[in-house]
């Protein structure tokens, strides 16, 4: 057995529910220990129009799913996710993370995955509201997702991180393109994997490997891109992201990196910030008799 | 309609005599200080600049120009008091001297109506009955907010950010002071406000309210200037929070500015809304909202529903209806109660719908104004509607904030929701039909923060506003105006 | 003929639009102008089970002489009277330019057979009624039998001939609501009515100022589908100048100049007279008065 040429895993990113190479034909070697362990692709500028393209197209159908609906395929990928385990234990730990650390890992983020899929048919009972306005007219708010949200990963907690920024997002409705981590770039391609398998639909959730500082400008800037989550970025990256997002006006959601780790994040707060609140109105038709006062 | 059935007739007969508010309950000083610290104080700068009655272009009082010393000034006051008392002051205290402020506000009414008629150009109608009750409401309803924020944020421990710098725009400055600094107050922050250059007076009034209502030193300061002195509250380093509504360029400026700091920000900004009407619509009522939509305060509102979607089978209907209904706006002197349209808030904003006009015109719209006589002096400009137009029309994409009405066609419900949604702006929206499912889908399809069915224009204190897109972000009113102003991670 | 509810109003909006209407301000010179017009349009009633011969008559004399002591004042538009009480009336107002009207149709509640209804309306019509307010089968029209109400309508209309102006009374607070106002307005203007009517008087609500809106939107409707002008009649409960006014008003921005007149404008009314002409006197002396001053009949 022992013999046996192992069959390597080409790691592709995903765009559009699809698993293309990078436009751009470009790679770089993965190297842990000294010993290659796999090519990623670089994503180009041309990959992130094509995931924001697609996560755009797919979001009316997305949003428009019911909250319940939702909630199943999001426990869809947490228990395609534990069916797997294995896999992404090994993968951490071929990237050099320790073994109990990334067992670790693995039970927070699939618990966390189910966590947030819970909120998908409750955050409008806790967060909408019906306001008393003082004329004939019935008003309330509700929460809607924002619309296309471009994340970024944490460098740390590759798979966590991820999982703390992509279900908030699209346990509501919003879409996804997202930004790996450069330094654990191979657990968010085996996510992806898992997503695809579990009823999401394509464009929901784009991932991209590559150049973050390639990367970042071109989402900031992208004017289809109406929101922006990320952890904690060296200050200069942050503040170039803060000052690309006044293009459009993205929302912008920052959170410390110290909450992915605990379970501070798991809150609707978060879930929230992917959200924003609308307010409708509509004329109240009282009695016939009872309101003529001319 | 026969084309041989001659339009109806409206200014022949039992016209309007003059019927001007009565003025004398108003006192104005000629010079306005800046309200520092609880105390009115002349400017360091030793600039002031006239605030201009836009209705006849007379100069009604000389305005106080802060300069950065005054700037820091105020930031200090509003840093000293929150840290020194405002921050430990009992939320059910802080609640009592807000309720004060909205009781006063009552009591002022008719004063503060006149002045925000004289400043602004606002028709006395709109200023008695919509600005000031809804200025004195807000204060009234966040009020009762203060001592009850943990149950808005259960176990999330709520707290105030600070010091907040909130700049506001010219058209509805009174209520849009109350707007800020209302929940402000209520959530524990200390604030620094500036009026927009042409219309500080009313904020001014206010700040002698506040004295009046003997809110502590320093909670809230109001300080007067151009947008420069804005600026320079937002640069200021101890802000932690910019409030802001005005127009969506400013307000990007602000952003970029901010975007290097831990500030964090609320945005109001500007809006293009579709108002659109189906065939099954209460058509005279979707026409009064039309009306209402575009015409309300000279058509300076955000949320104006400035595209009208007509679908085609009863868009001749609709534009006689319209026409006919715009021959009995009243144009004119802002202080007579009959007055629908008064002035124009300033010559700048003048040439600007000038100019849209004249694009509208060469872009080849048809254009259709009511026909009145307008003053001679003072910044006027009468209802106007462009009909043959596309959504490539720059009159159909950019917010023109005047009394300028651009109307469209669509045939089915999905051709109108593109439509609405093809813009970059997200504040409001309206949509006229009789089937409640109808409502219920364009309401959820529609990506604005407002949504107006079966009405359009109505604000309250509970409601939130704020826009999606380059509207803005932030809520303010109702509940979920409360978290802009609070820590609650 | 199918008949379908096809115009929607809705009730918050109407009376948004109304409320604006109260908020606008007549003063002097137009103030006096529409008191004037109110006085001219006024359908000066009495339709009381106690009618007797004389109290019509102290009304006619009413009609002619409103107020001696300000000679430049109008007539009032017509007399309202009950079947029994039209020869009385069209007797005393015979030398004046004040017109006769006359209910009929089993008056208030309509309840009769139209045989009978038609043999009132040609009485009323002999005695010398000039305008004849007939009213609508309610019951007929909740049941959904709209052809009935419409055929008893033109039937009617039949039996005044062109020369009779028919007003049509809706008895709106029966109705139900303003949609159902909207349509019963427009089975009347389509059956042949002259004019539609508001109210019997009896009946509360009778005429309110939204109520006149949704029916003034059905006239200007059909005169711009048709360019036939219809009459409105607001009648029961308008008792002063103020509410008159306002009325006055809602007319001037719905339908404009060409209904301020008489002839397509009416006021249903018994006591608004005096408070017109109370407040005219207001207007020239420039203080208040009493009513003791103005005679009650």
Redesign the interface.
């Given at each position: 057995m022992s013999n046996r040429i192992k069959v390597l895993k080409t790691y592709k990113i995903f765009i559009d529910g699809k698993f293309p190479r990078t436009e751009s034909g470009r790679y770089v070697k993965l190297v842990k220990n000294n010993i290659p362990i796999a090519n990623v692709c670089l994503s180009s500028r041309k990959d992130l129009k094509n995931s924001v393209a697609s996560a755009r197209k797919i979001f009316d159908s997305w949003v428009s799913k019911s909250a319940y609906n939702r909630a199943q395929i999001m426990y869809r990928i947490a228990e395609m996710l534990e069916s797997r385990k294995e896999q992404f234990i090994e993968e951490l730990i071929l990237q050099g993370y320790n073994k109990e650390k990334s067992i670790v890992e693995l039970d927070k983020s699939i618990d966390r995955i189910i966590y947030f899929a819970g909120w998908s048919d409750k955050i409008n009972q806790v967060f909408g509201?019906v306001?008393?306005?003082?004329?004939?007219?019935y008003?309330f708010?509700v929460l809607?997702p924002?619309?296309v949200v471009g994340l970024i990963s944490s460098e740390e907690s590759p798979l966590l991180g991820l999982i703390s920024l992509i279900i908030p997002a699209i346990v509501t409705g919003n879409t996804t393109v997202t930004i790996a981590s450069e330094k654990y770039p191979l657990t968010s391609i085996s996510l992806a994997e898992v997503i695809s398998n579990s009823d999401v639909p394509g464009g929901v959730v784009n991932i991209l490997t590559g150049s973050k500082s390639e990367l970042i400008p071109h989402l900031a800037k992208h004017m289809d891109v109406?929101s922006i989550g990320f952890t904690e970025e060296k200050k200069d990256l942050r503040?170039q992201i803060?000052?690309d997002?006044?293009n459009?006006?993205k929302?912008l959601v920052e959170i410390p990196k110290s909450k992915i780790e605990s379970e501070e994040i798991e809150s609707p707060?978060i879930i929230k910030k992917f959200m924003?609140?609308?307010?409708?109105?509509?004329?109240?038709?009282?009695d016939?008799?009872s309101?003529?006062s001319? | 309609m026969s084309s041989k059935i001659k339009p109806l007739k409206y200014h022949e007969k039992l016209n309007f005599s003059p019927s001007l508010e009565n003025t004398d309950s108003l006192s104005l000083k000629k010079e306005y200080q800046l309200f520092i610290n609880g105390r009115f104080q002349k400017p360091l700068s030793n600039k002031y600049f006239a605030s201009i009655n836009p209705a006849n272009e007379n100069k009604i009082a000389m305005v106080a120009q802060a300069n950065e010393k005054d700037v820091d000034l105020a930031v200090k006051a509003a840093r000293n008091s929150y840290e020194s008392h405002w921050s430990k002051t009992p939320p059910k205290e802080r609640a009592k001297y807000i309720y004060r402020i909205a009781r006063i506000i009552q009591e002022k009414a008719k004063e503060l109506a006149i002045l925000e008629t004289l400043d602004g150009g606002k028709p006395i109608r709109e200023s008695r009955d919509i600005d000031i009750p809804l200025a004195a409401a807000h204060f009234f309803y966040y009020a009762g907010w203060a001592d009850k924020l943990d149950y808005a944020f259960p176990n999330r421990n709520p707290k105030p950010l600070g010091v907040v710098g909130q700049i506001i725009p010219w058209n509805f400055p009174l209520m849009m002071a109350a707007w800020k600094i209302a929940p402000a107050l209520a959530t524990g922050n200390t604030v620094v406000l500036k009026p927009a250059e042409s219309t500080s007076l009313t904020a001014l009034k206010l700040a002698e309210i506040i004295q009046e209502a003997d809110l502590p030193d320093g909670v809230v300061n109001i300080i007067t200037g151009p947008g420069s002195t804005g600026e320079m509250i937002v640069n200021h380093p101890d802000i932690d929070k910019i409030a802001f509504t005005g127009s969506t360029e400013v307000g990007k400026t602000i952003m970029r500015s901010i975007s290097s700091t831990s500030k964090k920000s609320t945005m109001e900004l500007g809006g293009k809304a579709a108002n659109i009407i189906f065939e099954d619509a209460p058509l005279d009522q979707a026409v009064e909202g039309v009306i209402n939509g575009i015409y309300f305060n000279q058509g300076h509102v955000c949320c104006a529903g400035s595209r009208l979607f007509v679908q085609e089978s009863v868009y001749e209907l609709i534009l006689r209806k319209l026409k006919d209904r715009m021959q009995s706006l009243v144009v004119g002197d802002p202080l007579d109660k009959n007055t629908d349209i008064g002035a124009i808030n300033s010559k700048q904003q003048l040439s600007t719908i000038n100019n849209y006009i004249d694009i509208g015109k060469k872009e080849g719209a048809d254009i259709f104004q009511l026909s009145c006589d307008l003053p001679a002096k003072g910044y006027w400009c009468p209802p106007t509607l462009f009909t043959n137009v596309s959504q490539s029309h720059r009159i159909a994409k950019e917010e023109i904030f005047g009394p300028v009405l651009a109307v469209q066609t669509f045939r089915t419900t999905e051709e109108v929701i593109t439509k609405a949604n093809n813009t970059p702006f997200g504040l409001s929206a309206g949509v006229w039909t009789d089937k409640g499912s109808k409502v219920f889908n364009l309401t959820s399809k529609l990506r604005a923060g407002v949504i107006w069915a079966n009405t359009y224009n109505k604000f309250d204190p509970t409601s939130p506003f704020g826009g999606y897109k380059e509207s803005g972000h932030g809520r303010e009113g109702g509940l979920h105006g409360l978290s802009p102003y609070l820590n609650i991670e | 003929m199918q008949f379908t509810i096809n115009n929607k109003v809705d009730k918050v909006g109407i009376e948004d639009r109304i409320a604006r209407i109260t908020k606008r301000s007549l003063k002097s010179e137009s103030k006096l102008a529409g008191l004037k017009m109110v006085l001219s349009m006024i359908d000066l009633t009495t339709l009381e089970g106690m009618d007797t011969d004389k109290k019509v008559q102290q009304l006619c004399y009413k009609a002619t002489h409103i107020h001696n002591e300000l000679p430049d004042l109008p007539n009032v538009a017509a007399v309202c009277v009950y079947p029994t009480m039209v020869k009385t009336a069209s007797n005393a107002l015979k030398d004046f330019d004040v017109k006769v009207a006359s209910v009929a149709t089993a008056f208030p509640s309509g309840s009769s057979s139209l045989k009978i209804k038609i043999q009132e309306t040609k009485e009323a019509i002999f005695n010398g009624a000039d305008e004849v307010d007939m009213v609508i089968s309610r019951g007929k029209f909740h049941s959904g039998e709209y052809n009935y109400v419409f055929d008893e309508i033109a039937t009617i209309k039949e039996t005044c001939g062109s020369d009779v102006r028919l007003k049509v009374i809706l008895e709106t607070g029966e109705l139900g609501d303003y949609d159902h106002i909207r349509f019963a307005s427009e089975i009347a203007i389509n059956a042949g009515a002259d004019f539609i009517k508001t109210s019997t008087g009896k009946i509360k609500p009778a005429a309110t100022l939204p109520i006149t809106l949704v029916m003034l939107e059905a006239i200007k409707d059909h005169y711009y589908n048709t360019g036939k002008m219809i009459g409105m009649k607001p009648a029961g409960g308008i008792s002063n100048s103020k509410l008159a006014l306002q009325y006055l008003l809602l007319v001037k921005e719905t339908l404009g100049d060409l209904w301020l007149d008489n002839h397509w404008f009416r006021f249903g009314a018994s006591s608004l007279a005096n408070d017109v002409l109370m407040q005219i006197l207001k207007l020239k002396k420039g203080y208040y008065q009493s009513n003791n001053y103005f005679s009650k009949d």
């Open positions: 509201s306001n008393p306005v003082a004329s004939s007219h008003n708010t809607e924002t619309g109406n503040d803060y000052l997002a006044v459009n006006l929302r707060y924003e609140a609308k307010t409708t109105w509509h004329p109240i038709e009282k016939f008799t309101s003529n001319y | - | -």
